[in-house]
């Protein structure tokens, strides 16, 4: 069959695999292939048990894949087949030499340029999908220039994708934002990508804009979401001590259409691969242009939410007679957030660190995340246990810590958990999302976030 375009992505990852799917699914009439230098994740993506846990995923990957959706290990013959090429690699925090610890680690990036350099043979329309610092599409675009029989376009094209609704997210975009050079091929090159979105995007929702913009807004709008958080959080922690509620707080300032209610539920602070990682990027891309203070604002989202989990092992500790030697206790949630099996960033791994640091033990349930909980907490010293099933995690437990706001934990039968735990039984609630009220009834001594405790004592 011939194809009215052959894609090819690099990078099956969180972003590459669910993206790439439903491109697939939107444009029959288009071959999908997707590279990736992990062969097991490859593997993977071909098996019925696929890497990562996305509702609805299943359902588009059955759809699709074997049809028009391909993974493959073949970078090369990739490279040289498909003439448009996401490339989707990851772009974590640097952790050596000059900006260890701020800005982006762009080796995986770089390798997969000079990997298109090496490979190609003819034209490619080249799109950046990662979350990327600006002007990283300059460097792109010098290294593919040693081919000087090849003529390459690169383009800017960031995800927006949330994970835990990111088929949702795709499916119905807010928008799609496509970055371009303002010249005669990058014009072409910016329609053929806005043609492939328009399957199922509607046009006033697929943005184009210089390619700086699109590199920065990416970053931006991560940094703004996770500034909101910071903002309810930080004012969490001012409620706490002014016996005021964040819940009714939260409300009240939501209610204001000029900033809107989303994004703002008090929590014990974001995770997630991107939000710690793109402040970061963007702090130590303000350092570089020499813009200190704004890089002292932004830095300072990050310290909240460091602060944020900080607090909460504090309120632990000291609801908990200052001891948590010897205790039992239940984290509900390992993951970022619910709906995925992602763990990176997540409060949770700090959370239990700093537990398993005080002696004490933990257990550890979650619907999906067990496994990537278990590699995440390898070769740290303590004892931990992974169970499956709630109820039985918090048997014998002396605490509960809601750490991941998955939907099965508000309906959990709570007297059954509260018979079987160690007494004064405590439950922290790190996501906001119990009846407190109710559980105070039961017997639990409740600590929310951002809210009057209710004890026995
Ligand atoms: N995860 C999210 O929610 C999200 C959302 C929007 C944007 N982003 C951005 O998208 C990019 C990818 O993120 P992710 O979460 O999908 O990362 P990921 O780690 O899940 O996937 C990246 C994949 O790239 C592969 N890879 C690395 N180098 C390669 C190479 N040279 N050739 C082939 N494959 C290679 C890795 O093996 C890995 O499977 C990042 O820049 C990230 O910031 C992520």
């Keep these: 069959?011939?194809?009215?375009?052959?894609?090819?992505?690099?990078?099956?990852?969180?972003?590459?695999?669910?993206?790439?799917?439903?491109?697939?699914?939107?444009?029959?009439?288009?071959?999908?292939?997707?590279?990736?230098?992990?062969?097991?994740?490859?593997?993977?993506?071909?098996?019925?048990?696929?890497?990562?846990?996305?509702?609805?995923?299943?359902?588009?990957?059955?759809?699709?894949?074997?049809?028009?959706?391909?993974?493959?290990?073949?970078?090369?013959?990739?490279?040289?087949?498909?003439?448009?090429?996401?490339?989707?690699?990851?772009?974590?925090?640097?952790?050596?030499?000059?900006?260890?610890?701020?800005?982006?680690?762009?080796?995986?990036w770089e390798k997969t340029a000079r990997q298109i350099l090496q490979y190609s043979q003819s034209p490619k329309i080249v799109i950046e999908k990662g979350t990327l610092p600006v002007k990283t599409a300059l460097a792109m675009e010098r290294i593919l220039s040693n081919n000087k029989t090849v003529h390459f376009?690169?383009?800017?094209?960031?995800?927006?994708?949330?994970?835990?609704?990111?088929?949702?997210?795709?499916?119905?975009p807010d928008r799609v934002l496509i970055g371009y050079r303002d010249t005669e091929s990058g014009i072409m090159a910016r329609d053929t990508i806005v043609e492939i979105y328009a399957h199922w995007v509607p046009q006033e929702r697929i943005i184009t804009s210089s390619i700086w913009s699109s590199e920065l807004s990416k970053?931006?709008?991560?940094?703004?979401?996770?500034?909101?958080?910071?903002?309810?959080?930080?004012?969490?922690?001012?409620?706490?001590r002014a016996d005021a509620d964040i819940t009714?707080?939260?409300?009240?300032?939501?209610?204001?259409?000029?900033?809107?209610?989303?994004?703002?539920?008090?929590s014990v602070g974001f995770g997630g691969s991107c939000f710690k990682k793109d402040i970061l990027s963007l702090v130590y891309l303000c350092r570089h242009y020499g813009l200190n203070e704004v890089a002292d604002y932004w830095e300072g989202v990050v310290k909240i939410n460091q602060y944020q989990n900080d607090r909460f092992i504090a309120n632990m500790l000291s609801a908990m007679f200052n001891?948590?030697?010897?205790?039992?206790?239940?984290?509900?949630?390992?993951?970022?957030?619910?709906?995925?099996?992602?763990?990176?960033?997540?409060?949770?791994?700090?959370?239990?660190?700093r537990l398993l640091e005080e002696q004490a033990e933990v257990v550890i349930s979650d619907p999906k995340a067990l496994k990537n909980a278990g590699a995440?907490?390898?070769?740290?010293?303590?004892k931990i246990s992974y169970v499956l099933d709630p109820h039985e995690a918090a048997q014998g437990c002396h605490a509960v810590a809601v750490l991941t706001e998955?939907?099965?934990?508000?309906?959990?039968?709570?007297?059954?958990?509260?018979d079987n735990m160690a007494k004064p039984a405590f439950i922290f609630d790190g996501r906001n999302i119990l009846d407190h009220k109710r559980l105070f009834e039961i017997g639990f001594n409740v600590?929310?976030?951002?809210k009057p405790a209710l004890t026995h004592f």
């Excluded at 970053?219 to 706490?240: D, G, K, T, Y």
Aim: charged share 20%; proline share 4%.
């Design 406 to 418: 998955w939907d099965i934990y508000r309906d959990l039968d709570f007297q059954k958990i509260y």
């Design 323 to 353: 001891t948590l030697t010897g205790k039992r206790i239940c984290l509900l949630g390992f993951a970022f957030k619910a709906n995925t099996g992602d763990t990176r960033e997540s409060p949770a791994i700090v959370i239990a660190g």
């Design 219 to 240: 970053l931006v709008a991560n940094a703004f979401l996770a500034q909101r958080i910071s903002s309810i959080n930080a004012i969490s922690a001012l409620c706490e």
């Design 1 to 108: 069959m011939k194809y009215e375009k052959n894609i090819l992505c690099i990078g099956a990852g969180y972003v590459g695999g669910p993206s790439m799917a439903m491109i697939a699914y939107k444009c029959p009439t288009c071959k999908v292939t997707v590279v990736d230098i992990n062969h097991q994740r490859i593997a993977a993506w071909n098996s019925d048990d696929l890497p990562l846990y996305e509702p609805g995923l299943d359902a588009v990957i059955a759809a699709t894949r074997g049809k028009n959706l391909f993974f493959g290990a073949d970078i090369e013959a990739g490279i040289r087949e498909n003439d448009i090429i996401f490339v989707s690699v990851n772009t974590p925090t640097k952790v050596f030499g000059v900006g260890a610890g701020m800005a982006a680690d762009l080796q995986y």
């Design 376 to 382: 995440d907490l390898e070769g740290i010293a303590g």
């Design 153 to 172: 376009d690169v383009l800017s094209n960031p995800e927006f994708l949330s994970e835990g609704t990111a088929l949702r997210d795709l499916e119905n």
């Design 248 to 266: 009714e707080v939260a409300t009240v300032v939501g209610m204001d259409s000029r900033l809107g209610n989303k994004f703002l539920n008090a």
């Design 447 to 450: 600590y929310p976030i951002g």
